[in-house]
């Protein structure tokens, strides 16, 4: 199977702050249609996980767009660029096109 | 609206089974694959198991393959997760999603099965 890596697993950010988070897979996420399959989700404290950037760098619908995606093959990276306090949760990264989908082991973000 | 709800969770002792069904709403369910996917207690998300459209492609991940089974009824608008031998390391909440060209756009709230003597 393949192996997605998240780091860090932790991360304590002052509101108003960027914050960055890098999902590195152990395959190639690249289809041969062109398209990269790396999700990012985010689940917020009782909630049920939340689509945020699909295709790598994809705002899903009403996901504001502080929120951004980059990367390539296997290195992917999602940005913040200004934290605020409803950010809050739990972050993973999934490759979607190897069977099984994987997910990242999660990165928690806390407000400072 | 989409809407996915689960049901169907409990507490069970090791080796039984139970099925879990998810009722989706606000689309064409039968336009989708769907994937079942578990978060055991303080931990991460697990990808169990997906079906195209029609029910004639099933994956699963390799802890349930033999024990679990997916599947649909279009014409109810309902995904299922039939799971047989059940173990410990089964107890979870699990999700169903919405499994499109975007995976996992659309998530329910998730079904709590607990496996416990």
């Known amino acids: 199977d393949v192996v997605v890596t998240q780091t860090p697993l932790s991360l304590s950010v002052t509101p108003g702050q960027p914050a960055s988070i890098s999902c590195k897979s152990s395959q190639s996420l690249l289809h041969s249609g062109g398209k990269t399959f790396l999700y990012w989700y985010l689940q917020k404290p009782g909630q049920s996980p939340q689509l945020l950037i699909y295709e790598v760098s994809s705002r899903f619908s009403g996901v504001p767009d502080r929120f951004s995606g980059s990367g390539s093959g296997t290195d992917f990276t999602l940005k913040i660029s200004r934290v605020e306090a409803e950010d809050v949760g739990i972050y993973y990264c999934?490759?979607?096109?190897?069977?099984?989908?994987?997910f990242g082991q999660g990165t928690k973000l806390e407000i400072k | 609206e989409v809407q996915l709800v689960e049901s169907g969770g409990g507490l069970v002792q090791p080796g039984v089974s139970l099925r879990l069904s998810c009722v989706a709403s606000g689309f064409t369910f039968s336009n989708y694959w769907m994937s079942w996917v578990r978060q055991s207690p303080g931990k991460g998300l697990e990808w169990v198991a997906n079906?195209?459209?029609?029910?004639?492609?099933?994956y699963y991940v390799g802890s349930v393959k033999g024990r679990f089974t997916i599947s649909r009824d279009n014409a109810k608008n309902s995904l299922y997760l039939q799971m047989n031998s059940l173990r410990a390391e089964d107890t979870a909440v699990y999700y169903c999603?919405?499994?499109?060209?975007?995976?996992?756009?659309?998530w329910g709230q998730g079904t709590l099965v607990t496996v416990s003597s």
């Open positions: 079906m195209n459209q029609d029910g004639s492609e099933k």
């Open positions: 999603a919405r499994d499109g060209i975007i995976r996992g756009d659309y």
């Open positions: 999934m490759q979607g096109i190897h069977l099984p989908y994987i």
